[in-house]
């Protein structure tokens, strides 16, 4: 399988000391859909940063696809689609503008720009807005113009920096169609985010980065696997004013209010044994949740482990 994304040994400390990348060592392959995850100030922008060349590091080596990023500027940067944080487009300049101006740095010509133009804000649901000045927009249609402008020259790798911030939930998800859709079509995502749902509903691989370190870098379903419990929350059809008495010693109750129960048992334990034992005890269950998303557990603890060590 080919390489999309190879890191050696990153490291990056700024002129105050910072030392804001540790030696970092990660690779990326072709097709993934691949999660960076961390805490604010862990270390997620400087990577990305570095990746395309605006950040300069202090050691270590990047490649992408396979090319140096130093030695083959040019055809690193083409391969290379960036949606960072903030909003950094002309917001006087029209929609469709804003991406057909993006394809022209990349040597496009004018006729094709204008069709991936027309191409990626038909998907992103943007073209009836194309000749609205792009300061007039929500900041849901700027973040999906953001994604538009960086698949202008359909780069074969995309990074996303947050790129659901301050997004409702309805358009998330249709972002995250859109997503899945161009990954599915060959296109390599790096996605960070503090939307941990979002992590575990997009992406097949994962790296947790904490104070400029590489804590966790597998795939999502064996970190899933490494989960010790989990909580959840059932909604009753009538009121209780006592804990039930549970017969498993492993699985743990309170309650919230009269009509809910946080309870939480091993990953290995079943819940159906829940529902069983709530059942046989005239306990009606209206609802399901899981308190927190599952990733979240994970990450806090992995988080945790890390500053404890």
């Known amino acids: 399988m080919s390489v999309a994304i190879s890191i050696k040994n990153l490291a990056k400390t700024y002129a105050n000391g910072f030392e804001a990348l540790k030696g970092i060592s990660l690779k990326v392959n072709q097709g993934d859909f691949f999660a960076l995850l961390g805490p604010n100030g862990a270390g997620k922008s400087t990577t990305i940063g570095i990746l395309s060349t605006l950040v300069k590091r202090s050691s270590g080596s990047v490649e992408i696809f396979g090319r140096n990023v130093d030695t083959h500027v040019y055809e690193t940067k083409y391969d290379l689609g960036i949606v960072p944080q903030e909003f950094n487009f002309n ?24 069709e991936r133009a027309e191409k990626y804000l038909l998907k992103l649901g943007l ?68 939307y941990l749902e979002e992590a575990e509903q997009l992406c097949k691989k994962i790296a947790i980065i904490d104070e400029g370190r590489i804590i966790e ?76 998303n599952r990733l979240e557990q994970l990450f806090i603890s992995r988080i945790e482990e890390s500053n404890a060590s």
Do not use: C
């Not at 740095?105 to 004018?110: A, H, I, V």
């Not at 994604?147 to 998800?173: C, F, K, M, Q, S």
């Open 127 to 194: 073209w009836e807005k194309r000749n609205d000045r792009s300061r007039s927009l929500s900041g849901g249609m700027k973040r999906r113009l953001m994604i538009a402008r960086a698949l202008a020259h359909e780069p074969r790798l995309l990074i996303l920096d947050e790129p659901t911030a301050g997004v409702d939930i309805e358009l998330r998800r249709s972002m995250w169609d859109f997503l899945t859709e161009i990954n599915s079509n060959g296109t390599t995502i790096v996605l960070t985010t503090h």
């Open 91 to 114: 917001q006087f300049e029209k929609v469709q503008d804003v991406v057909v101006t993006q394809a022209g740095y990349y040597g496009l010509p004018k006729e094709l720009a204008l």
């Open 217 to 292: 870098d597998t795939n999502m379903k064996d970190l899933l696997t490494k989960l010790d419990s989990e909580t959840f929350i059932f909604d009753l059809t009538e009121n209780l004013d006592v804990v039930p008495e549970l017969k498993f010693p492993d699985i743990s109750a309170r309650l919230i209010d009269q009509r809910s129960i946080e309870i939480t048992l091993p990953a290995d334990r079943n819940v159906n044994d829940v529902f069983l034992e709530l059942d046989s005890k005239g306990i009606k269950v209206a609802s399901m949740r899981n308190k927190t």
